[in-house]
């Protein structure tokens, strides 16, 4: 069975950090280009970050450069979004997302990914 699991979200304060995780299982995600999005109340969902299959290609969106890294450890078939310096408009559900890294779309379009998780919600709030 073909799953994505994110864990690691909570309430933490401004300024504080977080790191989620994201376990595959009945595939092997080595293959497969990881996204992280997320979704406010009210919003639609976003990309956040990227990465490519070998970990050396990322992509940001602009408001979590320089505040957030993904990383992964396809020999555990894990993917981490470590989240520093939160803000509170950071407040969202986060999930992972999986896609095979031989489809040639751009690394941001959520519609291509094939797996997601359920997803983990962070809080940012004093």
């Known amino acids: 069975q073909v799953q994505l699991v994110e864990s690691g979200g909570g309430l933490v304060q401004p300024g504080g950090s977080l790191r989620l995780s994201c376990a595959a299982s009945g595939f092997t995600l080595e293959y497969y280009v990881i996204g992280w999005f997320r979704q406010a109340p009210g919003k639609e969902r976003e990309f956040v970050g990227g990465i490519d299959r070998s970990g050396e290609s990322f992509d940001y969106i602009d408001s979590v450069k320089g505040r957030f890294i993904i990383s992964r450890d396809n020999d555990r078939n894990m993917a981490y979004l470590q989240m520093n310096s939160l803000k509170p408009e950071d407040t969202a559900v986060y999930y992972c997302?999986?896609?095979?890294?031989?489809?040639?779309?751009?690394?941001?379009?959520?519609?291509?990914?094939?797996?997601w998780g359920q997803g983990t919600q962070v809080t940012v709030s004093s």
């Open positions: 997302a999986a896609r095979p890294a031989f489809r040639v779309s751009p690394i941001r379009r959520k519609d291509d990914y094939d797996y």
